[in-house]
């Protein structure tokens, strides 16, 4: 596709249940981040897949949150045990390359909110 | 570790009028990008414009400019002849240049264009 794509846009569950986020980064781009806005704040860091190497998972606030790629494509970020603090804006983005000049594409991100 | 910073939870200016968003950072990194972010209603992080910190040459991007001072690990965003479509979150951000690697994000302002 032209962008990158989160599915869904919005996910309401129950305390204690588990969720699995997806996002389809653009073709062609081998790298993958995964963002967490909460309200009212900037985007905090959760983890990084970049080719075949092993992800950069030290921004994962607990082993609640886990993330795979298939593929080196699509990525899926779980929850398990929801908490309401883990109520927030996941955003994906996927660049290019390897070096700091590629920029990063977001997707329009998934609201989650934990009842 | 990088941290950036964004004292003005929100700003309001006049249509037609020049705002300018405040940001700075601390890093020990030499080499490295700046960027301010915009995130509309819709969500998506919007690229409005980059600075690489080598470069002493301030960015400009048509209505968008900034002001980078790196001995004082500063980096504001003009914006001139402000129109209603500029209302938004904006988001100063940090990266290094030398690897693909996250991005870091100060808290956000949020910007009122009033008619």
């Known amino acids: 596709g032209a962008g990158v794509s989160q599915s869904p846009s919005n996910k309401v569950t129950e305390k204690g249940k588990d969720v699995e986020l997806r996002c389809d980064p653009i073709s062609g781009h081998t790298a993958l981040y995964w963002y967490r806005q909460s309200l009212g704040q900037g985007l905090e860091f959760l983890i990084y897949?970049?080719?075949?190497?092993?992800?950069?998972k030290s921004g994962l606030p607990s082993d609640r949150f886990s993330a795979e790629r298939t593929g080196g494509s699509v990525s899926t970020l779980t929850i398990q045990r929801t908490q309401q603090e883990d109520s927030a804006v996941y955003l994906c983005a996927s660049s290019r390359g390897r070096v700091g000049n590629q920029p990063q594409h977001f997707g329009d991100g998934t609201r989650l909110s934990i009842l | 570790a990088q941290t950036v910073t964004q004292s003005q939870p929100e700003m309001s200016v006049q249509e037609a009028e020049t705002v300018t968003l405040s940001c700075t950072y601390d890093?020990?990194?030499?080499?490295?990008?700046l960027f301010w972010y915009k995130q509309p209603p819709s969500r998506q992080m919007i690229l409005v414009i980059r600075q690489e910190a080598y470069k002493q040459q301030n960015a400009t991007e048509n209505r968008f400019s900034v002001n980078f001072q790196k001995a004082a690990k500063s980096f504001s965003l003009k914006i001139s002849d402000s129109q209603l479509g500029d209302a938004a979150m904006y988001f100063c951000?940090?990266?290094?240049?030398?690897?693909?690697?996250?991005?870091?994000f100060g808290k956000g302002t949020r910007l009122h264009i009033l008619p």
């Open positions: 890093t020990s990194e030499s080499d490295y990008y």
């Open positions: 897949f970049q080719g075949n190497s092993a992800p950069d």
């Open positions: 951000a940090y990266r290094r240049r030398d690897r693909d690697d996250k991005i870091i």
